[in-house]
């Protein structure tokens, strides 16, 4: 056996450091993210219990007197939206057209405003106020934000130079977001490859399903394994209980279009007198937006305040039965609110109104189990507002705790998605996204009206509308 040479030594010496440092360094990273992925968990969790407070608050304040909310949501909506633009610009709206943006700006000095950590903690504290006040928001789509911001801080704190890398962190913080909030881990992948991502090498990104299992994880540490609508045991058997399908994916299709068609139009801002007012008072127009949103609620009887939560739950159940008005209203009250600017998401009060419709549906299809219609209409609808049928799909599957209906719930869901591109041709959160970019690449005069989701990009004295 031939003895080392000085130099030969030295030399492997020299690749066993190294060796040593790449593999420190690789562990570094892996604790980095799997600690960013637990955090985003934590606070997807403190944030429910936040929004379920403000809940209860509220319920107690319409018990004490239902009028209140007259002077409580126009108040509130003005005060959240002051706020919104004096100390957490950029917190307005659901906070996933932001996220879907930032995956494809290639300043990430602008990505760092977006996915700042400070717009994070104000879409908390914004979101549950919103909440108490009563408007019609959910918290679901925020956590998305939050997360991707919260594994943006910490790929920063990395130091990472990779484009790819950085954009991985985002991703993976937007779908552990999802999974954390609805205690749905395999939503939180689906979602990010449907909605989120469209790049192959994202899709099947190691980080991000590192990202989600850890905070599905934490949160069912925190929460325990919940179903978000509880266990339903129903099904639709093949024959003439399918009638349901084309039945609710047609009628959820063609609402759930007008929704995201309507929101899409309002992103572009509101036409002659009525735009030129929104930019110049726009904390007179939220508390308008808030006079409307009371209204709609001492009409219901506070059932169109906050995320529809406690409805949807108790339809799918069974336990309770609301007229068509309900879904109706709920509708014009998510599409007020979201027009206020406040920040706040759109996926809780879309389940809602999928829930109403399909209740009033199951009242002219005797031969189906009434709660298998009512998540017919639930998946059709969320479909068609997000248009995403395979998140919509698993979402609903894994909320219920129920997968006797899942070929029911694809045919219901597709079908939707495609009524839904019949009359909004655009995603609605892509074309939110795309307006955000549109901002960020062009200058904007200060006399053009933005979307609400460009807020963050622009110069603080060009009003958001």
């Given at each position: 056996?031939?003895?080392?040479?000085?130099?030969?030594?030295?030399?492997?010496?020299?690749?066993?450091?190294?060796?040593?440092?790449?593999?420190?360094?690789?562990?570094?990273?892996?604790?980095?993210?799997?600690?960013?992925?637990?955090?985003?968990?934590?606070?997807?969790?403190?944030?429910?219990?936040?929004?379920?407070?403000?809940?209860?608050?509220?319920?107690?304040?319409?018990?004490?007197d239902p009028y209140v909310m007259l002077l409580?949501?126009?108040?509130?909506?003005?005060?959240?939206?002051?706020?919104?633009?004096?100390?957490?610009?950029?917190?307005?709206?659901?906070?996933?057209?932001?996220?879907?943006?930032?995956?494809?700006?290639?300043?990430?000095?602008?990505?760092?405003?977006?996915?700042?950590?400070?717009?994070?903690?104000?879409?908390?504290?914004?979101?549950?106020?919103?909440?108490?006040?009563?408007?019609?928001?959910?918290?679901?789509?925020?956590?998305?934000?939050?997360?991707?911001?919260?594994?943006?801080?910490?790929?920063?704190?990395?130091?990472h130079a990779n484009i790819a890398m950085r954009?991985?962190?985002?991703?993976?913080?937007?779908?552990?977001?999802?999974?954390?909030?609805?205690?749905?881990?395999?939503?939180?992948?689906?979602?990010?490859?449907?909605?989120?991502?469209?790049?192959?090498?994202?899709?099947?990104?190691?980080?991000?399903?590192?990202?989600?299992?850890?905070?599905?994880?934490?949160?069912?540490?925190?929460?325990?394994?919940?179903?978000?609508?509880?266990?339903?045991?129903?099904?639709?058997?093949?024959?003439?209980?399918?009638?349901?399908?084309?039945?609710?994916?047609?009628?959820?299709?063609?609402?759930?279009?007008?929704?995201?068609?309507?929101?899409?139009?309002?992103?572009?801002?509101?036409?002659?007198?009525?735009?030129?007012?929104?930019?110049?008072?726009?904390?007179?127009?939220?508390?308008?937006?808030?006079?409307?949103?009371?209204?709609?609620?001492?009409?219901?009887?506070?059932?169109?305040?906050?995320?529809?939560?406690?409805?949807?739950?108790?339809?799918?159940?069974?336990?309770?039965?609301?007229?068509?008005?309900?879904?109706?209203?709920?509708?014009?009250?998510?599409?007020?609110s979201y027009c206020s600017g406040i920040p706040?998401?759109?996926?809780?009060?879309?389940?809602?109104?999928?829930?109403?419709?399909?209740?009033?549906?199951?009242?002219?299809?005797?031969?189906?189990?009434?709660?298998?219609?009512?998540?017919?209409?639930?998946?059709?609808?969320?479909?068609?507002?997000?248009?995403?049928?395979?998140?919509?799909?698993?979402?609903?599957?894994?909320?219920?705790?129920?997968?006797?209906?899942?070929?029911?719930?694809?045919?219901?869901?597709?079908?939707?998605?495609?009524?839904?591109?019949?009359?909004?041709?655009?995603?609605?959160?892509?074309?939110?996204?795309?307006?955000?970019?549109?901002?960020?690449?062009?200058?904007?005069?200060?006399?053009?009206?933005?979307?609400?989701?460009?807020?963050?990009?622009?110069?603080?004295?060009?009003?958001?509308?």
């Amino acid at each position: 056996m031939r003895t080392p040479t000085p130099l030969r030594r030295h030399n492997r010496i020299l690749h066993l450091r190294r060796s040593a440092r790449a593999t420190t360094t690789q562990w570094r990273r892996s604790l980095t993210v799997w600690a960013g992925a637990v955090l985003v968990g934590v606070v997807a969790v403190v944030f429910a219990v936040a929004a379920d407070w403000a809940a209860r608050t509220r319920l107690r304040l319409v018990h004490w007197d239902p009028y209140v909310m007259l002077l409580v949501l126009p108040a509130g909506l003005a005060a959240s939206t002051w706020l919104t633009r004096n100390f957490f610009r950029g917190a307005q709206g659901s906070g996933i057209p932001q996220t879907i943006a930032t995956l494809h700006i290639e300043n990430f000095a602008i990505v760092d405003r977006v996915l700042a950590l400070k717009v994070a903690f104000g879409k908390v504290l914004l979101t549950t106020f919103g909440l108490l006040c009563g408007a019609s928001i959910g918290r679901e789509g925020p956590t998305v934000q939050i997360g991707a911001a919260i594994m943006h801080a910490f790929s920063r704190r990395m130091r990472h130079a990779n484009i790819a890398m950085r954009r991985a962190m985002i991703l993976a913080g937007g779908a552990a977001g999802v999974s954390a909030a609805f205690n749905t881990p395999l939503a939180g992948i689906v979602f990010a490859i449907e909605e989120l991502s469209h790049s192959f090498e994202q899709r099947t990104s190691g980080t991000m399903l590192t990202g989600v299992v850890l905070s599905g994880v934490t949160a069912i540490a925190l929460v325990g394994n919940y179903s978000y609508f509880g266990h339903t045991d129903v099904d639709v058997p093949l024959g003439i209980a399918w009638i349901a399908v084309p039945a609710c994916g047609i009628v959820g299709g063609v609402a759930g279009g007008l929704f995201s068609a309507i929101l899409v139009r309002a992103s572009r801002g509101l036409p002659g007198a009525s735009g030129r007012f929104v930019m110049q008072h726009p904390i007179g127009f939220a508390a308008l937006c808030g006079l409307v949103l009371a209204i709609i609620g001492v009409a219901t009887h506070g059932a169109t305040y906050g995320t529809g939560y406690a409805q949807a739950r108790a339809i799918i159940d069974g336990t309770e039965h609301y007229p068509a008005s309900f879904f109706v209203l709920k509708f014009a009250a998510t599409i007020v609110s979201y027009c206020s600017g406040i920040p706040g998401g759109l996926f809780a009060p879309s389940l809602s109104i999928g829930a109403g419709m399909g209740g009033w549906i199951a009242q002219f299809l005797p031969h189906t189990t009434a709660g298998a219609v009512v998540l017919l209409g639930t998946v059709a609808y969320f479909s068609a507002v997000v248009q995403a049928p395979l998140t919509a799909t698993v979402i609903v599957m894994e909320m219920c705790d129920n997968q006797q209906v899942t070929l029911a719930l694809l045919a219901t869901s597709f079908l939707a998605f495609g009524v839904s591109r019949t009359i909004c041709a655009h995603p609605l959160y892509g074309a939110l996204a795309d307006r955000f970019l549109e901002s960020v690449d062009k200058p904007v005069a200060p006399a053009e009206p933005l979307p609400e989701e460009a807020a963050a990009t622009v110069e603080p004295h060009v009003p958001a509308s």
